[in-house]
């Protein structure tokens, strides 16, 4: 059973940073997509950043919101996606979920679809004080 756990949320000022992790087990095969979305209140879930294929370098997208500031990482050997969120803003205030499925191109807009494989995690608050 594929099981996606988040950290490392919590509240910061404006302009601070934090880092939130995704810890991943149950996947037999190292090929997937996986990423971060969020949620607003009162908004709809949108994509963040994403990694099309883990087990490649290249397929990392971002959304406008969050060019230059946030960065998308992983490590491969404790199964672990990383989102380190910089220069935080008010409007970064959500929940943050981390999904994953097997390989699809442009998880960022695939996943906000529901796909029948994927799976989130349980997400994780981050709020941002002006």
């Known amino acids: 059973q594929v099981k996606l756990v988040e950290s490392g949320g919590g509240s910061v000022q404006t302009g601070g940073s934090l880092r939130l992790s995704c810890e991943v087990s149950?996947?037999?095969?190292?090929?997937?997509?996986i990423g971060w979305f969020r949620q607003l209140p009162g908004k709809e879930r949108e994509g963040v950043a994403t990694?099309?294929?883990?087990?490649?370098?290249?397929?990392?997208t971002y959304a406008d919101s969050v060019k230059g500031r946030f960065t998308i990482s992983k490590d491969n050997a404790n199964n672990t996606l990383y989102l380190q969120m910089n220069n935080l803003k008010p409007e970064d205030t959500a929940m943050y979920y981390c999904?994953?499925?097997?390989?699809?191109?442009?998880?960022?807009?695939?996943?906000?679809?529901?796909?029948?494989?994927?799976?989130w995690g349980q997400g994780i608050q981050v709020t941002v004080a002006s």
């Open positions: 999904a994953a499925a097997q390989p699809y191109d442009c998880w960022l807009l695939v996943a906000l679809r529901s796909p029948p494989d994927v799976n």
């Open positions: 990694i099309d294929r883990v087990e490649r370098d290249d397929s990392t």
């Open positions: 149950g996947y037999t095969s190292s090929y997937f997509s």
